[in-house]
């Protein structure tokens, strides 16, 4: 399962604020707990659960964000890269996809530092049209 944060910033305007992979999880009281223990609460934040990739970007063409989740050239693993400094450090930065999980290894060792432990990246593979993150990274 996916959810989709959405905040509505003026009226009829729609901020993508995260789309996040639930493990499975789809009480949403429970989503919303753990996110806000992470996350600052805004007034009108909107969380949507999704199954797929497909339902996530039918939320996002309803509330004109437009689809943010296209088909990724059937690349199936990818890193997301979070800022190391500034103000917003430890958001996302960038994401790099890759064709085979070596590949990914490979940009990973490269990327790794043991001094940054949450900044370094994270590795997730696309299953049943979803992002999975994968353990151990």
Known sequence: MLCV???EAKKDLYIVRHIIDTNGEEDLSKIKQ???NTFHKLEKDEF???????????????????????VYDNRMYKLRIYKK????KGN???EEFFDAKLEMDKRYSELFDANENSLNPTAWELKDECWVRLENY
């Open 5 to 7: 944060v959405l905040n």
């Open 34 to 36: 753990e996110y806000y």
């Open 48 to 70: 949507f659960l999704c199954r797929n990739n497909k339902e996530v970007n039918e939320v996002l063409l309803q509330h004109k964000t437009g689809p943010l989740l296209p």
């Open 85 to 88: 400094s500034g103000i917003n």
């Open 92 to 94: 996302l930065d960038h």
